[in-house]
C-alpha cells in the first residue's frame, strides 16, 4: 500500500527539481526516486528515508542553461546555497545548512562525489570544476543528521551519477552563446555494444567574465564504461580530465569601489595579475558483485593528481621578512583511495534488514612551493610573475574510516542506523630551512566516532514522517593549517582541534494527491569549537577555534502539477546560524600576536558570516507539447549575508527573475532543442557572494546586470 502512494508522489520528483524537457526524456517516471547518498551503498526510495535528500535529474541540470555550474540547478534545493562569485578561479560557493558558507575559495564543510569517487581530500577540501552536467544522470543532495555517516567534513553531501550509455547509440552535439562573449561547446557519444556501455563527453567553455580582468577557459573530459560481465557481475571505469589555464582573478570590492563601478577589478588584482591554473585527471574503478541472494559487495578505487598555481596579490614589502611564503601558490597533489563494502540482506521480525560494512582509506601527497610575485628592484622591478623560492616542503595527509549502518523496513516503522569511526593525519615537512625560518616540520592526527539514527512513520499510504539524530567531525584542511596566526612564525598550525557537531531534524513527506508533493523539515545543529577565521590579510587566512555555534532552520519544497501543461515549484529556508560565545579576531591589516591590537571582540549572538537568513526559489512553466514549447518563470530570493564575523558590513536581500523559452523537434532519427535564456530580467543592481572576513575589506563580489543566453542542441539516434 505505501509504495502506491510513493508511485504517485513519483511522477512529482523530476517537477521538485524541475520539469524534465521533452527531447530528453519521454516518458515519466511512474517510482519515487531511488537514492543511495543517505546510507552509502544501500539504495533506498527517497519517500521512505529518514533524511532530507532531494534528486536534481539530468534534464534540468541541462535545461535552458549554461550547464556549467552547479550554482544554476541547485537553487531548487531547500538548506543548500550556491552562489556563482563571477569567479572561475575560485568556484562556486556551497553552503548546507550553513556548512561551508565560510569557505574563500573551492568548497568547505561539504563531502563531493562523482560517481562513488570523492571531489573531496582527506582533509575536506573539495573541488568541483571536473563536475560534468553534459553526461549527468542526477545529482543527489543530503541535508543533515546522515552526513555523518561519510566521515570528516560533512556538513552536507553532493553525489553527482553520470547517465550509463544504452541501449540505443546517441551522437550529441550542442553550443551556447550569450552575454559577456561567454561560450559553451559539448560533444556526447553513448550507446551499449553487447555488454559494455559507454557515455563519453567533452566540453568547452570560454568567456570573458562580467567584470573586468575575470575571463576564464576550462576544457573538460568525462567518461564513463560499465561492462556487464553477469547478472551478478558489473565493473564499472570512470576517467575525467579538466584543464584551466590561467583563469583571471579579479578579487573582491570594498563597499566604495562596489558602488563607484561594480564591474572593475580590485586594483590590485591588475597589479600583481592574479590569476589561477588547474589540471586535474582522475581515474577510477567501482566492482559491483552480488555473490548469493543475501550477500554482495562493492569495491570502489581510485587516483588522480591535481596540479595549481596561483598569483596573488601580496604587497611586496610583506614578503620581505624571511618568513614570509611568498605570493605565488604552486601545489602538486597526488591522491588515492579504496572503499571496500558489504552488504547483506536479510530479515529481521519478518521484515526487510539491509546491512552494510565497510572500511574508507585515502590519502593525499602534497608538494606545497611558494615564490615572491615579484622579481627585480626600483625600475626593473616586475610584479605578477614567479621570483624566488620562500617556501618548500612535503605534506601528507590521509584517512582511515571504518562503518557500519543498517536499513531495517517495517509496515509502520523503518529504522536506519549508522556508525562510522575516522581517523586523519597531517604530516608536513619543511625543506626551506633558511636564516631565521626555522624547521616548520610537523604532524597532526585526529580521529572521532560519528554515530546517525533515523526513525521513519509511515502514518498513511501517502504520509511519511521522521525523527533523525547525528554527529559529526570536521578537521582543519591542509589550506587552514598552512598559516599560523601573526607572530607564531611559519610552518603548519597544528594547535587547530577539529570541530564537533550534534544534529537532529524532524520532518514529514507527503503525496498531496496525484499531482503534488510536500517535503518539509525542522532542524538544529550545534558544534563546539567551530573553526574561524583570526586573520585574512594579503590572501593569507589563518584560523582558530572558537566556542560553540548554533543553527536552527526550517526549509520546505512544494511541487507539482495543473491542468493544461502548467506546473510549479516552490522552494524556501529560513536558517538562524548564530555564535553562542563570543571570541577574539583580528578584522584588518596590521595585526600582531593574538591578544595584541588591533584584536576585536565578536560578541555572542553574531550570526556567522556568508549565511543568509533565508533564501527562496519559485518556478511557474507551462508546456505545450504538441509544439514541443516550454516556457518557465523563475524568481530567486537570497536574504542579507553578513560579510564578518563582526556584522558590520553585509549584502543587502536580493529578489531576481529570470525566464526560459525552448523549442524541441523531432525530426526523423535526429532530436533538435533551441532555447533562449533571461537572467535578471529588471536589471536589478545586487552583490553575488562575499568573501568572508576578507582583512582588506575587498568582500564583496558584484552580480552581473541582465544577461542573456541562446544555446542549441542536436542529438543523432543510430
Known amino acids: 500500500m505505501r509504495m502506491t502512494a510513493v508511485a504517485a508522489a513519483a511522477a512529482l520528483a523530476a517537477a521538485q527539481a524541475g520539469a524534465q524537457p521533452a527531447a530528453e526524456t519521454a516518458p515519466e517516471r511512474t517510482l519515487a526516486p531511488v537514492v543511495v547518498t543517505p546510507t552509502p551503498g544501500v539504495a533506498q526510495s527517497a519517500f521512505d528515508t529518514p533524511a532530507s535528500v532531494d534528486v536534481v535529474d539530468g534534464a534540468t541540470l541541462r535545461e535552458g542553461q549554461l550547464g556549467i555550474n552547479l550554482s544554476e540547478s541547485l537553487v531548487r534545493v531547500p538548506g543548500l546555497v550556491a552562489l556563482n562569485r563571477q569567479n572561475y578561479a575560485q568556484d562556486v560557493q556551497i553552503s548546507s545548512r550553513g556548512y561551508g558558507a565560510r569557505a574563500t575559495f573551492g ?148 563597499r566604495a569601489e562596489y558602488e563607484a563601478d561594480p564591474r572593475q577589478a580590485s586594483p590590485a588584482a591588475l597589479t600583481f595579475n592574479t590569476r589561477k591554473s588547474v589540471d586535474q585527471l582522475q581515474a577510477g574503478a567501482i566492482l559491483e558483485h552480488r555473490l548469493d541472494a543475501t550477500h554482495s559487495f562493492k569495491l570502489t578505487g581510485w587516483r588522480g593528481t591535481r596540479g595549481t598555481v596561483q598569483y596573488q596579490a601580496i604587497p611586496v614589502g610583506t614578503q620581505t621578512p624571511i618568513t614570509q611564503p611568498g605570493g605565488v601558490i604552486d601545489l602538486d597533489r597526488d591522491y588515492h583511495g579504496l572503499d571496500g563494502q558489504w552488504v547483506a540482506r536479510t530479515r529481521l521480525f519478518d521484515a526487510p534488514l539491509t546491512l552494510t560494512a565497510g572500511l574508507y582509506a585515502d590519502r593525499l601527497d602534497e608538494r606545497r612551493r611558494g615564490f615572491q610575485n615579484f622579481t627585480g628592484t626600483g625600475a626593473t622591478q616586475q610584479l605578477g610573475v614567479r621570483g624566488a623560492l620562500r617556501r618548500d616542503e612535503d605534506n601528507e595527509v590521509g584517512s582511515f574510516d571504518q562503518y557500519l549502518q543498517g536499513v531495517w523496513s517495517g509496515a509502520r516503522f523503518s529504522v536506519t542506523a549508522g556508525l562510522r569511526h575516522s581517523r586523519v593525519s597531517f604530516d608536513s615537512r619543511d625543506r626551506f630551512i633558511v636564516g631565521a625560518n626555522g624547521n616548520d616540520s610537523g604532524s597532526a592526527d585526529y580521529s572521532a566516532t560519528t554515530p546517525a539514527l533515523g526513525v521513519v512513520f509511515h502514518a498513511t499510504d501517502a504520509l511519511n514522517l521522521y525523527a533523525s539524530y547525528g554527529e559529526g567531525f570536521e578537521t582543519p584542511t591542509f589550506n587552514e593549517l598552512a598559516y599560523r596566526p601573526p607572530g607564531a612564525g611559519g610552518g603548519l598550525n597544528f594547535g587547530l582541534r577539529p570541530a564537533e557537531s550534534r544534529q537532529w531534524e524532524i520532518g514529514a513527506k507527503a503525496a498531496l494527491g496525484t499531482d503534488w508533493q510536500l517535503n518539509a523539515a525542522l532542524f538544529q545543529a550545534r558544534t563546539e569549537d567551530e573553526l574561524v577565521v583570526l586573520t585574512n590579510n594579503g590572501g593569507r587566512s589563518t584560523f582558530q577555534n572558537a566556542g560553540e555555534t548554533e543553527r536552527r532552520g526550517f526549509e520546505a519544497a512544494l511541487s507539482g502539477r495543473f491542468g493544461g501543461g502548467w506546473s510549479a515549484a516552490l522552494v524556501g529556508t529560513w536558517l538562524d546560524a548564530s555564535y553562542d560565545s563570543s571570541f577574539i579576531t ?57 560579510a564578518n564575523d563582526l556584522n558590520n558590513e553585509s549584502t543587502d536581500a536580493s529578489t531576481t527573475a529570470a525566464v526560459r523559452l525552448s523549442l524541441a523537434q523531432q525530426v526523423g532519427r535526429w532530436s533538435l532543442r533551441e532555447f533562449l535564456r533571461v537572467d535578471n530580467l529588471t536589471d536589478r543592481r545586487y552583490i553575488g557572494s562575499v568573501i568572508v572576513n576578507e582583512g582588506n575589506q575587498r568582500y564583496f563580489e558584484p552580480a552581473p546586470g541582465r544577461t542573456w543566453l541562446v544555446g542549441v542542441n542536436a542529438a543523432y539516434t543510430f
Open 107 to 254: 568548497v568547505r564543510g561539504l563531502r563531493l562525489y562523482t560517481d562513488g569517487i570523492p571531489a573531496t581530500a582527506p582533509d575536506g577540501q573539495s573541488q568541483i570544476s571536473h563536475f560534468d552536467l553534459q553526461s549527468a544522470d542526477r545529482i543527489e543532495v543530503l541535508r543533515g543528521p546522515f552526513s555523518a555517516l561519510y566521515g570528516n567534513s560533512s556538513g552536507g553531501v553532493i553525489s553527482l551519477f553520470t547517465a550509463d550509455g544504452g541501449p540505443e547509440t546517441v551522437a550529441e552535439a550542442g553550443t551556447a552563446f550569450g552575454s559577456d562573449d561567454t561560450r559553451r561547446h559539448n560533444v556526447r557519444l553513448s550507446g551499449q555494444q553487447g555488454q559494455l556501455q559507454y557515455n563519453l563527453s567533452a566540453t568547452r567553455f570560454d568567456t570573458d567574465g562580467y567584470r573586468e580582468h575575470s575571463a576564464a577557459q576550462r576544457t573538460g573530459f568525462n567518461g564513463k564504461l560499465r561492462y556487464n560481465a553477469s547478472a551478478d557481475t558489473k565493473l564499472s571505469l570512470i576517467l575525467n580530465y579538466v584543464d584551466m589555464p590561467d583563469v583571471q582573478d579579479p578579487l573582491g570590492l570594498t
Open 586 to 642: 583580528c578584522g584588518r591589516p596590521g595585526c600582531g600576536a593574538p591578544g595584541n591590537p588591533p584584536d576585536l571582540l565578536v560578541p555572542a549572538g553574531n550570526r556567522v558570516p556568508g549565511i543568509p537568513r533565508a533564501t527562496a526559489f519559485a518556478e511557474l512553466a507551462w508546456r505545450h507539447k504538441p509544439w514541443g514549447l516550454e516556457t518557465a518563470l523563475e524568481l530567486r530570493h537570497v536574504g542579507r549575508i553578513y
